[in-house]
């Protein structure tokens, strides 16, 4: 399980196009981590919710873990229509019980939830809207580099975030998102 996990860096992303600055799988996921934990101490802290951000931040880590089998397949393609997406939802799946069967049974279970988590609950939402933080952020990162190959994805992240209408999104937005449009002098 492990070993294979390890091979997550071996993943690219973003296979169909020319990317500036090149990205791994586990490198993604390490970023969805950090959004994922902010999503999650933003709902429990300015509104008051439910969400765990120490469970969404190990969602995170293993949100992608089937791609060491799978690979990573391009969005693009991914839902290109519903028989593919319907079809890539069940070799993903596959991909998941091999992975925790990997497992000692003593805690195959406990990581059961990790590798296949929950889409319908509120982590389950805050996690895929840090995925899609993280797609944006690598958007804007590749503009700011002058990559213009990366400005209809932005536009297409950027309305599937507001299309999931989540004041935690917003609130990311209102107070990180400029942080990223700045280089690191400007930081300061």
């Not at 069940?90 to 925790?100: D, F, G, P, Y």
Request: with cysteine.
């Amino acid at each position: 399980f492990f070993a294979y996990l390890s091979r997550m860096k071996h993943i690219k992303r973003w296979s169909l196009m020319h990317s500036t600055v090149k990205e791994n799988v586990m490198e993604h996921s390490a970023e969805v981590a950090q959004i994922a934990h902010a999503l999650g101490m933003i709902n429990k802290f300015v509104f008051g919710g439910s969400a765990n951000p120490d469970k969404l931040a190990a969602l995170a880590i293993f949100h992608e873990a089937a791609e060491v089998i799978t690979g990573d397949l391009p969005t693009p393609i991914k839902y290109y229509n519903e028989d593919i997406r319907s079809a890539y939802k069940s070799i993903e799946a596959i991909a998941e019980r091999q992975l925790v069967n990997m497992l000692p049974t003593e805690f195959a279970d406990a990581y059961t939830e990790y590798v296949t988590p929950d889409t319908a609950s509120l982590e389950g939402k805050l996690l895929k809207a840090a995925d899609k933080l993280a797609a944006y952020v690598k958007c804007l990162e590749e503009l700011k580099y002058g990559n213009k190959e990366f400005l209809k994805a932005k536009n297409a992240t950027l309305k599937a975030l507001k299309d999931m209408a989540l004041p935690e999104v917003d609130y990311f937005f209102e107070n990180f998102i400029r942080g990223y449009e700045l280089t690191l002098d400007e930081l300061d």
